[in-house]
């Protein structure tokens, strides 16, 4: 099966800084993937490349087949809604409507005049004039009614409230399903993406930490809790991710590599949740990143 993005080693640097570091993914089409990471892990930036929005650095990013923006009928493919997606101030909701029309050869006027009504757009209101959900709502209604095949959406979510939150989730999972599309959605939010993602792609400090299908993943990953101690020699196919000890009792979040036997020391051997195993990598990431880091005491000061 092709992969609706493909990247090998894809890296981008600003300056010195790393924004993504040899990135390898292989997006499987009909995914609805979940990009989660904290602030500055790269999550935009690998968004803006496959968007065709910026160019790596080195490595190679491929979407349907092809680089990114290759051309006009590779753009028609990709739907694109960006933190601040710019919409025309002067120009009404239905104007808009009009010019993606004129604009996309594959514009589905019936699905785009639809989601307006659903959302409660009013086609006559000038676009700087909407609220910041509401212009979130009019981004994305663009975005599906050119029945891209690969949506691709940074924190799409971000401006709503809980209300509207919940409306547009409910609203872009019965467009996936209608129109057969890939999506790649970023946010901050985890429940939110524990309803509608199936695929996960997890950053920090530039590298993919975790990468996968959610239902694999979750199988993967177990809670063990033990005396503590009794945890401290695992086989080498149980990876513990994050441990906690507290009042002599230790639990911790291991990955178990294929039918690797889970070690007699556990007394509690329990599933992981999407949010649970998302903190666990995240914490490890920054425990990492703390550990690397060069200290900040001046050099007066410690003499
Ligand atoms: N245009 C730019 N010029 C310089 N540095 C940039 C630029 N865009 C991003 N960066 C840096 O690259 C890194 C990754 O930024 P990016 O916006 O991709 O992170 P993010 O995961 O989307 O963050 P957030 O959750 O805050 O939106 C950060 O260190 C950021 O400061």
């Known amino acids: 099966m092709t992969a609706v993005l493909h990247t090998e080693r894809l890296t981008k640097r600003y300056g010195h800084r790393p924004a993504l570091t040899d990135v390898d993914l292989d997006i499987p089409p009909g995914r609805v993937v979940g990009l989660v990471g904290p602030n500055g892990a790269g999550k935009s930036t690998l968004l803006g490349l496959a968007g065709g929005l910026i160019t790596p650095t080195s490595g190679t990013i491929t979407v349907l087949g092809n680089r990114p923006a290759a051309n006009a009928a590779h753009l028609a493919r990709v739907g694109f809604v960006a933190q601040n997606t710019p919409v025309y101030p002067g120009l009404s909701v239905r104007d808009h409507l009009r010019l993606g029309a004129r604009l996309n050869r594959s514009w589905d006027q019936r699905l785009a005049e639809r989601r307006i009504a659903q959302v409660g757009l009013d086609p006559g209101q000038k676009a700087g004039r909407l609220s910041g959900g509401q212009h979130a709502q009019l981004a994305l209604t663009i975005a599906v009614a050119k029945r891209p095949e690969l949506l691709i959406l940074d924190e799409p979510v971000a401006a709503l409230d809980p209300l509207a939150r919940n409306q547009f989730l409910r609203n872009l999972m019965e467009f996936i399903g209608e129109l057969e599309v890939t999506v790649v959605l970023s946010s901050h939010l985890i429940s939110d993406l524990e309803q509608v993602c199936d695929h996960l792609v997890l950053l920090s400090a530039s590298r993919v930490q975790l990468a996968g299908e959610v239902d694999a993943l979750l199988?993967?990953?177990?809670?063990?809790?033990?005396?503590?101690?009794d945890l401290d020699d695992l086989p080498a196919e149980v990876e513990v991710i994050t441990a906690e000890h507290r009042a002599g009792e230790s639990t911790v979040v291991v990955r178990r590599a294929g039918t690797a036997p889970i070690p007699g020391g556990a007394h509690r051997i329990e599933s992981v949740g999407l949010e649970e195993l998302i903190l666990a990598y995240l914490?490890?990431?920054?425990?990492?990143?703390?550990?690397?880091?060069?200290t900040t005491r001046p050099m007066e000061a410690q003499r």
Do not use: I, K
């Open 283 to 294: 914490t490890r990431a920054a425990d990492a990143s703390v550990a690397y880091q060069p």
């Open 219 to 229: 199988a993967e990953h177990h809670r063990l809790r033990a005396a503590r101690g």
